[in-house]
């Protein structure tokens, strides 16, 4: 087995089902069919979930046949697999919005001109009651109910809605519907990956292998997730990716760099030893950070984010160019949230109170404060903003 099939296999791989068949496969000349399905529940794609079109890109490069298919239909109803509590429907509109930059995220990854791209509302939304009814029957209630996460809700008395019964089918059926040869997904998805091949079985296909990834975390130590708000997202701009990254704990240097990147594994071995060894965790940092800002923008952009980060936040600086802004009104609240630097004026409003906000380099305090033309504002270590 070739170096290159060797790491496909191991590389951020928490489990393949079957493998030993799956290797076979990839001994062969056939191109296989590799799918991966994606939600669009938020408008972001972050960096956890850039682990499996990572993946799908080994595959390509290889020489395989990317299937990736958008949920737009399996995104209204919503997977609980990762979820302590129901989730909700999202409305038609919601989904079409955030599918708006999806292909253009994913392709900083993939080569979309060479991948197959379907929205599994093609298939899911012609299906009637009488086949959802022959899919079903292949799958008993005690099957579904003894899923950790649901066996924890039940215990708690929380409610499970029948709508998260069919997700597992939904899923499974994208994969007829493509004929995948092999399916990716995080270890959260196990159940419905396996449902996949069952429902192969149903239709007279070969059931696909399976390969689950391992789960990064974000940036506060929990599972990176958009519902958290502790991602780095592909669409993040360079000075924003850089600093998010040298803001993690310095425990995942080794996980991201393994991960997120494709930096050769014998050279994160060497780093990982130094770093044992008592060397300077920022050092390893700079280097993860710069890949990763490499990856999703330009090298020419990495430099200047590692420039800009090391000038503002080690030396302190306020940078050369801050972003300029003309408000509609110059009270403190009124600008953080226009401006994009706030969600709300309620966020605004504790912003001020955890001392998060500066202007003119000086920590304000007063939540009614009223600005001029000139002042800088600064949140947090990186984001600057100078009024007009």
């Known amino acids: 087995m070739s170096k290159q099939i060797e790491q496909l296999l191991t590389r951020g791989v928490e489990e393949i089902v079957d493998a030993d068949n799956l290797k076979k496969k990839l001994t062969r000349e056939k191109v ?3 799918k991966l399905g994606i939600d669009p529940t938020s408008k972001n794609i972050h960096l956890g979930r850039s682990i499996p079109l990572l993946k799908l890109k080994d595959f390509q490069e290889l020489g395989h046949k ?12 919503g997977d609980t697999s990762d979820k302590d509590s129901e989730r909700q429907m999202l409305s038609e509109d919601v989904i079409k919005n955030n599918l708006q930059s999806y292909i253009t995220q994913i392709g900083k990854i993939i080569d979309i001109e060479k991948s197959e791209i379907h929205y599994n509302s093609e298939w899911l939304s012609k299906l009637s009651y009488l086949e959802i009814g022959r899919q079903a029957d292949m799958f ?27 997700y597992p089918l939904m899923q499974g059926y994208d994969s007829v519907a493509i004929q995948a040869d ?30 689950t990834n391992t789960i990064i975390e974000g940036l506060d130590g929990r599972k990176m997730s958009s519902s958290f708000g502790n991602t780095i997202n592909l669409f993040d701009a360079p000075n924003d990716m850089f600093g998010k990254i040298m803001s993690m704990k310095d425990d995942f240097i080794i996980r991201y760099l393994t991960l997120l990147t494709r930096i050769d594994l014998d050279l994160i071995k060497t780093y990982e030893a130094e770093l044992d060894a008592g060397n300077n965790p920022r050092d390893y940092k700079l280097k993860l950070a710069r890949e990763i800002v490499r990856m999703y923008h330009s090298e020419n952009e990495a430099g200047l984010a590692e420039d800009y980060f090391i000038k503002t936040i080690s030396n302190k600086e306020i940078p050369s160019e801050i972003p300029k802004y003309r408000p509609s ?47 800088i504002i600064q949140k947090g270590k990186i984001s600057f903003l100078k009024l007009l």
């Open 66 to 77: 990317i299937v990736l298919i958008i949920g737009d239909f399996t995104g209204l109803i």
């Open 329 to 375: 009104t110059y009270n403190i609240i009124d600008i953080l949230k226009e401006s994009g630097l706030s969600p709300s004026n309620s966020d605004s409003r504790r912003l001020i109170e955890q001392n998060g906000i500066k202007v003119n380099g000086a920590v304000i305090t007063d939540k009614n404060a009223v600005l001029k033309s000139g002042d």
């Open 140 to 166: 008993s209630l005690n099957e579904f109910i003894s899923r950790d996460n649901i066996s924890r809700r039940l215990d708690t008395g929380k409610r499970i809605s029948l709508r998260e019964l069919l």
């Open 32 to 34: 296989l069919r590799v």
């Open 182 to 211: 092999i399916e990716l997904g995080g270890t959260d998805q196990r159940f419905n990956l396996l449902t996949g091949r069952d429902l192969q079985k149903l239709y007279g296909q070969e059931p696909q292998d399976i390969i």
